[in-house]
């Protein structure tokens, strides 16, 4: 992926069908209503609805969203994005559950696991008076304890955008961000490129190590890029970022993406008919 068409082509649909694998984004979704909901979540942050929320809920479990039975599917797809909105509706959640409870019990599964993920007062409230006391008393979601992980996975990046398609906040970008100090290289001057693989070498454990953190970097800069060209708030967010941060290929990197960003938006300016 050598220019910024490339890469859009190649990731941005992904972005605004499947929402960066927040859904299992089949076929019969990728048009329509899937693409309606799509546009529902990325831009929720931006003019919250709150009083929208049980409709869309019961869409979402119309197309498959809320529960995916296939073996490799993400864990807790859309929980955190829904658990957010509870967040900061938490008077609603008991009418907002009871509207919800029609709906199939793996979806009804799911919606629980969103409420674990308000963290809130009445969501703990309502899941111990629903037969969920195990889940109330718990631990924190790993993304929402206390002591952050160290361990993510590629869908947990799913999860930190749900948050911020949800809040618009900048702490869970921040955390992305944060995984840019795993590269094995900084940005290749005079380019719009993003990082490549690892090159192996005679030090197979470095390499291993690398080639592991490349499976966390390259969704990370990828989806962060990808945004940056469709939100203004990521960008803005980012450029906080890279005059505050200290890190040299943090700093590096979300330079890198800043100008990748502002070049495509640039281009696709120059391409927009004169009114």
């Known amino acids: 992926m050598k220019t910024t068409e490339t890469r859009r082509g190649s990731f941005a ?19 329509g209503s899937g693409q309606k909901l799509g546009k529902w979540v990325m831009t929720f942050y ?6 929208h929320f049980v409709e869309k809920v019961k869409e979402m479990s119309v197309a498959g969203l809320l529960h995916d039975s296939r073996p490799n599917a993400r864990p807790d797809a859309y929980v955190m994005f829904l658990g957010k909105i509870m967040a900061t509706n938490a008077d609603q959640i008991p009418d907002w559950m009871g509207a919800l409870s029609p709906l199939p019990e793996t979806d009804i599964t799911a919606l629980r696991r969103a409420v674990w993920y308000s963290g809130t007062a009445e969501g703990t409230a309502w899941l111990r008076e629903n037969g969920e006391a195990d889940l109330a008393n718990g631990p924190r979601p790993m993304l929402l304890a206390e002591r952050q992980a160290l361990k993510l996975q590629p869908h947990h990046l799913d999860q930190l955008w749900e948050w911020f398609f ?10 992305i961000i944060s995984l840019f100090s795993l590269a094995h290289e900084l940005p290749k001057e005079n380019s719009l490129d993003l990082l490549s ?3 192996k070498s005679d030090d197979n454990t470095q390499y291993r190590i690398q080639l592991y953190n490349y499976r966390l970097l390259k969704p990370a800069l990828w989806s962060t890029t990808s945004l940056a060209i469709q939100h ?11 005059e505050k941060h200290s890190h040299a290929g943090i700093k590096a990197w979300l330079g890198q993406i800043i100008k990748i ?6 281009k696709r300016n120059q391409k927009k008919p004169n009114k």
């Open 13 to 31: 649909v992904t972005v605004i069908l499947c929402m960066l694998a927040l859904s299992p984004c089949r076929a019969d979704d990728a048009t």
């Open 166 to 175: 949800a809040t618009g906040e900048e702490k869970p970008v921040a955390r």
């Open 261 to 266: 960003a502002e070049t495509d938006r640039a």
């Open 46 to 51: 931006q003019n919250p609805a709150p009083e």
């Open 232 to 242: 203004d708030r990521v960008l803005e967010i980012l450029k906080d970022a890279k």
């Open 197 to 199: 693989p690892p090159k």
